[in-house]
C-alpha cells in the first residue's frame, strides 16, 4: 500500500497519474498548501524541501520518496512500467525526464508567478519566462514532429512533461500553431488512467472536495 502525499498542482498530477496507470493501491493525503500543511514538521520530516507529492511505500517497510520525478522514477522500476530497463531507450526517456524538471517545470513556474501571483507587474520577467516557456514548447513540437512519444513508447517522460504543459492557459502560453506538441497532448488526455490522476486530489471542489479523499482507498 502507498500514501501520496499531495495537492492538485501539475508536480502532485504527476504522481497521481502515474499510480492510475500503474495500477497500484494508494491512499491520498491531501496536503493544504494555502494552510502551510507543507512546512509542519512532520511533513517536513519526509521532505526537507516542504514540497509535495511525497509517497510512501508500506510494502517496502514505510520507504519515503519526494521529488514528483524520483517518484516517477520509483514506480517504473518498481512496476517494471514506462522506463525501459537498460540500453539507449532507458537513456533517452531519462534526458526528457530531466528536460522537464531543468526546464519546462522552472520556466513555466516562473511565467505562472509573474503572470498570476507576483505582487508587482514586472513585464521584463513575463517577457522573458513567456518567450522561455513557449521555446521550450516548440524543442517538444520539433521531437514530436516525426513520433508518438517523446521517447520511444509512452513513458514517465510523457507523464512529466505533460503535467505541466496541459496548463499552459493558465502561465497565458499559446500552443496554437504547434500541431504535433497539440497532438500529442491530445493523446495523453485520451488515456483513462492520465485523466483520473488529473482529478486526484480535485481540483474543482476545492479544499472540502480534496479533503474528503484524505481517508479514501482509490483501486485501479
Sequence with gaps: MIDLYTSPTPNGWKAAMMLEEVGLE??????DLAAGDQHKPAFLAMNPNGRIPIIVDHDENGLTIFDSNAILFYLAEKMGKFLPASGPER??????????????????????????YFPED???????????????????NTRLADREWLAGDFSIADISN?????SHRWARVPTEGLTHLERWMDQLRARPACERGLNIPP????ADAAKALGSAMTTT
Design 26 to 31: 494508494y491512499v491520498v493525503k491531501y496536503i
Design 91 to 116: 537513456h533517452d526517456v531519462m534526458q526528457w525526464l530531466m528536460f522537464q524538471a531543468s526546464g519546462i517545470g522552472p520556466m513555466q513556474g516562473q511565467a505562472v508567478t509573474f503572470e498570476r
Design 122 to 140: 514586472v513585464p521584463a520577467a513575463r517577457t522573458r519566462y513567456h518567450n522561455e516557456t513557449h521555446r521550450l514548447y516548440e524543442v517538444l
Design 162 to 166: 505533460w503535467s505541466w504543459i496541459r
Design 203 to 206: 481540483s474543482s471542489g476545492r
